[in-house]
């Protein structure tokens, strides 16, 4: 089945530490996406890709960082200069980012502060 | 700069009667917009878009909204409620700067009661 996979659905960081969530595609889209989401706020964009080897910081992409080496995997490395990381991690893609028909979003993963 | 306000925050409703879920947006320009949905912990799932066809759009699960471009709504109905259509509930709208971003609405909690 194509789609999205987030990996993991939970994750426990520790004050200081650096932690990297995954996310990968099959549906060959060309855009990826990683936004956030709190109670109440919807969702803000942190970082997006158009393509291989080019990413671009969204809304609120201090203290996060991502890599696009290959079309399929954009990884969002959460830092520790984030001061407040708690919060649900959505990634999504869209077949082109000048094609807007759909976003596909993964389960999420969840991140605590512990 | 686009933007969408979703007028609530929280709709209750019995099973079997209907549901308004209200959209407001802003944009200077033609909007594509859409109603997305989320079951608790899950990713985002596209219910409809609106891309300038057909101003009525028909979705999944019996929902449909109407883009009304004089009162600026996009307004997301269903005739009769499903216990399994409690969820949140994002209306967005795009970016249209050729990076697919998408803006949401704060999202609005749908609960179906018995």
């Known amino acids: 089945d194509g789609g999205i996979t987030q990996s993991p659905k939970y994750l426990f960081r520790k004050e200081g530490q650096n932690v990297t969530l995954s996310c990968e595609q099959n549906?060959?889209?060309?855009?990826m996406y990683w936004y956030r989401q709190d109670p109440g706020q919807g969702l803000r964009l942190i970082y997006y890709?158009?393509?291989?080897?080019?990413?671009q910081k969204g809304d609120i992409a201090e203290g996060y960082s991502v890599s696009r080496e290959k079309k399929e995997s954009f990884p969002l490395t959460v830092t520790s200069a984030q001061k407040n990381p708690t919060a649900f991690y959505l990634c999504?893609?869209?077949?082109?980012?000048?094609?807007?028909?759909?976003?596909?979003f993964g389960q999420g993963t969840r991140l605590t502060v512990v | 700069a686009q933007s969408v306000t979703q007028l609530d925050s929280h709709v209750s409703v019995s099973e079997g009667t209907p549901v308004l879920l209200r959209c407001n947006y802003s944009?200077?320009?033609?909007?594509?917009l859409f109603w997305y949905v989320q079951h608790p912990n899950k990713g985002l799932q596209l219910l409809l878009k609106y891309t300038s066809a057909a101003t009525l759009v028909k979705g999944i699960n019996g929902f449909e909204a109407e883009f009304k471009k004089s009162e600026t709504s996009f307004h997301l109905t269903k005739p009769s409620a499903h216990m399994s259509d409690a969820a949140e509930y994002f209306c967005v709208v795009s970016d249209n700067s050729n990076t697919g971003k998408l803006i949401f609405g704060q999202g609005t909690t749908l609960q179906v009661k018995p």
């Open positions: 549906l060959n889209h060309d855009a």
């Open positions: 999504a893609s869209s077949r082109q980012a000048r094609d807007i028909t759909e976003a596909f």
């Open positions: 944009s200077s320009y033609s909007p594509s």
């Open positions: 890709s158009q393509i291989v080897n080019d990413f």
